[in-house]
């Protein structure tokens, strides 16, 4: 996990954490990590079934299934959203988000990670087709840094800083504001 320095963090919540290879990654490369992998009941159920954690990482995961409609999980320092804005139209993601804060310590932070939608969508192809196939399957999208930045305002967040890792994906890092 080069690019997410964690050292600083005890306790995590992946929020729709899916196959759980994000909370994984972060798991084998911060022994102080304490990491909730949420999502709903039988995709938890599923990946806590075929997520085969060495012990002293699997002793550091929590399991909660549920439905970020709803509420996520509290108390923790940093909250992560990795592919979970893009499945969802904008009004989806202002509840996603707001269950978020409402859930955050005042401390705590959030990072979105996605793919960003260039200014220039011609010299990017690739998320511009990602666009596409989101809109066509499931109504959701891929946006530019300035929408997302608009969709954190929104929610109570203020964006603090922005990186790009080697795979391609950038990380918003927000804080309550
Ligand atoms: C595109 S996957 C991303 C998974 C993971 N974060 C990753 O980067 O591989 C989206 C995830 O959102 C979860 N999800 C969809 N609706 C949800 C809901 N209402 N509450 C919680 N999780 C949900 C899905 O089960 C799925 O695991």
New binding site residues.
Partial sequence: MACLDLSDVTTAV?I????G??AAAMLATNPQLTVTL???PH?IEHTRHELDLPPGQESRCHWTG????SAVPGDAELYLL???LH?WDSEKCLEILGHCRTAMPGDARLLVIERLLSEDPVSDTLVARLDIHMMAVNGGRERRLVEYRDLLDRSGFSLHSVSNSKSGFTILEAVPS
Wanted: aromatic share 16%; charged share 25%.
């Fill in positions: 992946d729709a954490a899916g196959g290879t994000l949420f999502d709903l995709v549920g439905d970020f409609f990795k592919s979970v499945d």
